[in-house]
């Protein structure tokens, strides 16, 4: 069982801004994503020192892709098809 998460504290809505100072990394790496991928992309469950806010999804762990296992690259995808396609040919 994994530990307790206790949900962000509220009266009311919370703010971008109170949302930010209580998840700086969270909101760090979302900004990266969003930079990447256009502002489109949002965030809908987040936890970070013992916070959580949103709702957190089930999911299928033999689906799930952890951030840590991505690679977020911005150059052109054709560059890094090229790139990967170079290096399984040095392997065989």
């Known amino acids: 069982m994994s530990e307790k998460i206790d949900p962000v504290p509220q009266d009311?809505?919370?703010s971008r801004d109170q949302?930010?100072?209580l998840f700086p990394e969270v909101t760090a790496v979302?900004?990266?994503i969003r930079a990447e991928f256009g502002?489109?992309?949002k965030l809908v469950y987040a936890e970070e020192?013992?916070?959580c806010i949103g709702?957190?999804?089930?999911v299928d762990p033999d689906g799930l892709v952890k951030l840590s296992e991505m690679v977020l690259d911005s150059r052109p995808y054709a560059e890094i098809v090229a790139e990967r396609e170079k290096?399984?040919?040095?392997a065989k």
């Open 12 to 14: 009311g809505p919370v």
């Open 19 to 21: 949302v930010r100072a």
């Open 30 to 32: 979302a900004d990266k």
């Open 39 to 41: 502002n489109g992309v």
């Open 49 to 51: 020192h013992g916070r």
């Open 55 to 58: 709702k957190r999804s089930v």
């Open 87 to 90: 290096g399984m040919k040095r």
